[in-house]
């Protein structure tokens, strides 16, 4: 005998109960596929948002506070490095690029952020879509999604974002460029000359005070001329001389990080988090099924005449425990399904907000260890689901047809 269509009549005739499972189930699921899709993501983000700054330095202090503030462009009031180093920076054999990275202004909520040319377009890695590079003092190229396009004149505000804020009245930059989008907190960014932030708040502009010369941007630096800067970001010309460098200034007044470093220290913070939240997922799962267990139980005595008049026309014990062990495991099958597609929607949903807050583009994926999230969850499923099976199949048909 075909145990389907009495499953099919079953499920018919309690619609509300079986969706009320799968629904269990998919949250269940849900939640332990968003924490492990998410958690991943924020990984693959936060690694590519760091690739294109592969050596750091800045002043002794917090490491991770210097990637935070530099690559991903959380304010912070970072103390300042001798501007002099550019000099240094810039004629050593081992640099291939050497940028200052000044913090401060701000314009409708975007960071206005002073560097050279080389760093605006990620050492010649970034392309245009719309206009050019800064070429002057007040001239501004904005990330992808900065809200402004070229042309666009503005004044910048000194001071955090959401506090109080005073305008530099006296000082107006224009848009001549939008850079493509690159996925990171750069994307909101108002990249302009750095000598234009040193000038703004009256500092040396890094260059001789020659008038034919007053607007003159970028390398080559005069080394009394130039102001303290929060980091610079160095493009070494190979792993062996990333290495060098890192080590030379780690010392004597300065220090020097690899950022993929530092993400790594916090992965391993995120991965104890990660680990305790996937435990919570997997003992919300067990409590899921266990109660969803019971309620299978429940029905069975319940449908216990229904089951022996299944008996009395023919059926044997194995189909009757066919049948329910099926059907059980097929509603688990359906809520893991709806848990994946569920868990993944959700970890979207997240990124996106993410995103909208941070600047940062999570990649979410659905892999293998989501898989075996939900293909464990039914093998486990389908094995507490012979409980219930065992239970009709022990059932006798002669006190069922009496009750």
Known sequence: MNPWPVIVANLRRRPGSAIAIILLIGLAVALGVAISAQERALRKGSAAAADAFDLVIGAPGS???????????????????PGD??????ADPRVAAAAPVAFGDFHRGMPVIGTTVEMANRFGSLKLVEGRLFAAMDEVVAGADANVGPGYSFHPSHGAVGGEEHTHDGDTYTV??????????????LLVPVESVWETHALPD??????????????????????????????PRSVADAYSLRNQYRRGG????????VLVSLYT?????????????????????????????????QRSRQIAVLRALGASRAYVFLMIWLETTLLIAAGAALGLAGGWGGAEVIAAIFHARSGIALPV????DEAVLALALLGIGGVLALLPGWVAYRQPVAAALRS
């Open 63 to 81: 490491e991770t506070q210097l990637v935070l503030t530099t690559v991903f462009l959380q304010p912070a009031a970072l103390p300042l490095i």
């Open 85 to 90: 180093l550019l000099k240094t920076l810039a």
């Open 176 to 189: 001549v460029g939008r850079l493509a989008r690159t996925g990171t907190p750069w994307d909101r960014a």
């Open 206 to 235: 890094g260059h001789e005070s020659d008038a034919e010369e007053s607007d003159h941007i970028g390398a080559p630096w005069a080394a009394a001329a130039l102001a303290g800067v929060p980091s610079i970001v160095v493009k």
């Open 254 to 261: 300065t220090m020097a990080v690899f950022p993929g470093e």
């Open 269 to 301: 913070l995120m991965g104890d988090a990660r680990s305790v939240l996937s435990l919570i997922a997997i003992g919300t799962q067990a409590l899921v099924v266990a109660a969803i267990l019971l309620a299978v139980l429940l029905s069975i005595a």
């Open 365 to 368: 994926t659905i892999g293998s």
